[in-house]
């Protein structure tokens, strides 16, 4: 069983930063792609941050040149690193990972628990 615990959401002042952090755990063969989402009160989930395989990247234009998204070291990890906050970027950030579990299971999609950032103007 596959499952992406989150961490690092909270509360801070606009123009500061925050690092989110999804730890995928379980039984993996690979990770075909990492991305971070968020929900705002009364809005669509919406795509923030891209990570293919590959390493490719891409990001949502609101967020382009203030957020980054990097893979961990461990591979099973990815970071959403947040700067020059905004109170519009308060949402609750959720993070989505295209997994592969065995050889014998196809690719699935996989979601953690969302985390809360909350941006104080």
């Known amino acids: 069983q596959v499952q992406l615990v989150e961490s690092g959401g909270g509360l801070v002042q606009a123009g500061g930063s925050l690092r989110l952090s999804c730890a995928a755990s379980g039984t993996i063969f690979s990770i075909n792609s990492m991305n971070w989402y968020r929900q705002a009160p009364g809005k669509q989930r919406e795509l923030v941050a891209s990570?293919?395989?590959?390493?490719?990247?891409n990001y949502a234009d609101s967020v382009k040149g203030r957020f980054t998204i990097s893979r961990g070291n461990a591979k099973n990890t990815v970071y959403l690193q947040m700067n020059s906050l905004k109170p519009e970027d308060t949402a609750v950030y959720y993070c989505k990972m295209w997994i592969v579990p065995t050889t014998l299971r196809p690719v699935g999609v996989y979601w953690g628990q969302g985390t809360q950032v909350t941006v104080s103007s």
């Open positions: 990570m293919a395989d590959g390493g490719t990247t």
